[in-house]
């Protein structure tokens, strides 16, 4: 008899060491995403919209092999080009919610509370002719699994916020949601209650743009979920909530 609870002990204290081991990994991913968002964000901002592009391509491929690069040209003499970067932390699929097997809402609602999740970052830079066109930066942080319907009911799984700094607003699709009382900025969802999306132009103040650009990055590591974009943009949010 006390060798079989000498063994079960044994087997429970493995458990638990295995389990440790892996909230630690997790855990330690999250830190090294948050701190590349941060290095990735600083390298973004270093560039000038309006400037020459010959640094880009070497930015974009630095960081492509961190994540993803999406990259392409069109026009003759492929005159405009897009890359995108991004750079991701999944949980394994088993401690995820899915909205389509609601029987395993209550493994991803237990991991909502040791501070695990998934987030990204992501890049992205447009250059026209020779010159950056645009620059963006974007942020994704999962939500706990009880706040994904608090929104009218819609599915809203994760916080995601971009930031796009723009040479101006050429495209009508862009001039129309802008308010003349600050015409070089401004934030929509991206689709009814889901994120939050901000673009600004080159002549807005360079305040501002800086403002619009602060994204922080806690909501990735800190132990107890956000629930709101305004914790990972505020500026941005504000400036969404001020055109409610």
């Given at each position: 008899?006390?060798s079989i609870w000498r063994w079960i002990r044994r087997a429970i204290a493995v458990v ?140 809203v799984p994760t916080l995601t916020v971009a930031s796009t700094e723009k040479i101006d ?76």
């Amino acid at each position: 008899m006390h060798s079989i609870w000498r063994w079960i002990r044994r087997a429970i204290a493995v458990v638990l060491c295995l389990l440790a081991a892996g909230w630690s990994y997790e855990e330690a991913a999250q830190w090294l995403l948050r701190w590349q968002g941060m290095r990735l964000l600083a390298e973004v901002k270093s560039l000038q919209v309006g400037a020459s592009s010959a640094n880009v391509e070497r930015l974009v491929s630095s960081w492509s092999k961190r994540g993803t690069l999406e990259k392409g040209c069109r026009g003759e003499h492929q005159q405009t080009c897009y890359y995108f970067v991004t750079i991701r932390h999944l949980l394994p699929s088993a401690l995820r919610g899915d909205p389509d097997r609601p029987h395993r809402y209550w493994i991803a609602g237990l991991i909502d509370h040791i501070g695990l999740r998934s987030s990204q970052v992501a890049a992205g830079v447009k250059t026209e002719n020779g010159l950056i066109a645009e620059k963006s930066f974007s942020e994704d942080v999962d939500l706990p699994v009880r706040d994904w319907y608090l929104r009218g009911g819609a599915y809203v799984p994760t916080l995601t916020v971009a930031s796009t700094e723009k040479i101006d607003f050429r495209d009508f699709i862009w001039r129309e949601h802008v308010d003349p009382a600050h015409p070089y900025r401004f934030a929509h969802r991206f689709k009814g209650p889901y994120g939050v999306n901000v673009s600004f132009t080159l002549n807005e103040s360079a305040d501002e743009r800086e403002k619009l650009m602060g994204f922080r990055f806690q909501c990735i590591t800190t132990f107890l979920p956000c629930r709101n974009e305004r914790e990972i943009l505020e500026e941005g949010t504000r400036l969404l909530e001020s055109g409610d």
